[in-house]
C-alpha cells in the first residue's frame, strides 16, 4: 500500500491503493500527524471551536447525570409532598372530600393483559381512600390521572382508578374521575367523567 501526498496550503490530498481498511486508516492518521495536519487544524479559530465543544460535552454529560440520578428528583418533591401533615381519622370526618393525584400506577399492559390494574410505589395514593370512604359515608373522592406516557397506550389513570376502585367494593357513586386536567368549562370548573 502507498500513500503519494502534496501539500496545497492548508489543505492535503492523500490517495491511496487498495488495502484492507484498518492499515489504511491507521497511515492515514500517520500521515496526517507527520505533515502538520493537527498543528493546521487548530490554528485560528478552530481551536476555540473544539475547546467550546469540549465543554458542551462535558456540560451535557454531567446535565444527564444529575437527572439520571433519583436523589435529585427525590430532595426536590420531598417538600411538595410533605407541604400539609397526614389529617387525623377525626379530623377526616370533617371533610366532605379527598382529592387523590395520579402517579399510583404503573404501565397499563397488566391491566390490558389480564384486567388486574398495576399499582407501582405510589399504591397508598389509592388503598388509604378505600378506607377512608369506608369509614365515613360522607366523603367524596375525586380521582385526578390522565394518560402522561410518551406513547399512548389509550388507557389513561382514570380508567385504571375506575377498576380498582370498582375492585375494592367503592360505591362508584361517589367517585368522580377527572381525565383532562387541562380542559377547562368556565372559571375554575374542570370538566369531570363520572
Known amino acids: ?37 493537527l498543528q493546521q487544524v487548530e490554528r485560528g479559530g478552530a481551536a476555540r471551536w473544539r475547546r467550546a465543544a469540549v465543554r458542551m460535552l462535558w456540560s451535557g454529560l454531567a446535565v444527564l447525570g444529575l437527572l439520571g440520578f433519583e436523589a435529585l428528583p427525590h430532595a426536590l418533591l420531598h417538600p ?5 401533615p397526614v389529617p387525623t381519622l377525626e379530623s377526616v370526618g370533617r371533610h366532605v372530600g379527598v382529592i387523590v393525584l395520579g402517579g399510583a400506577t404503573e404501565h397499563p399492559g397488566i391491566y390490558l393483559a389480564h384486567g388486574q390494574v398495576p399499582l407501582g410505589q405510589a399504591a397508598e395514593r389509592m388503598s388509604v381512600p378505600v378506607g377512608l370512604l369506608r369509614q365515613h359515608a360522607q366523603l367524596q373522592l375525586v380521582f385526578s390521572g390522565g394518560e402522561g406516557r410518551l406513547l399512548a397506550t389509550g388507557v389513561s389513570e382514570a380508567v385504571l382508578a375506575k377498576a380498582f376502585y370498582e375492585q375494592q367494593g367503592v360505591d362508584m357513586r361517589r367517585v368522580i374521575l377527572e381525565t383532562a386536567l387541562h380542559e377547562w368549562l368556565g372559571l375554575g370548573v374542570y370538566r369531570v367523567t363520572r
Open 80 to 84: 411538595l409532598e410533605n407541604r400539609y
Open 1 to 37: 500500500m502507498s500513500f503519494s501526498g502534496s501539500h496545497q496550503g492548508l489543505g492535503e490530498l492523500y490517495l491511496w491503493e487498495r488495502a484492507p481498511a484498518r492499515e489504511c486508516w491507521l497511515e492515514l492518521l500517520q500521515a496526517f500527524g507527520r505533515r502538520g495536519g
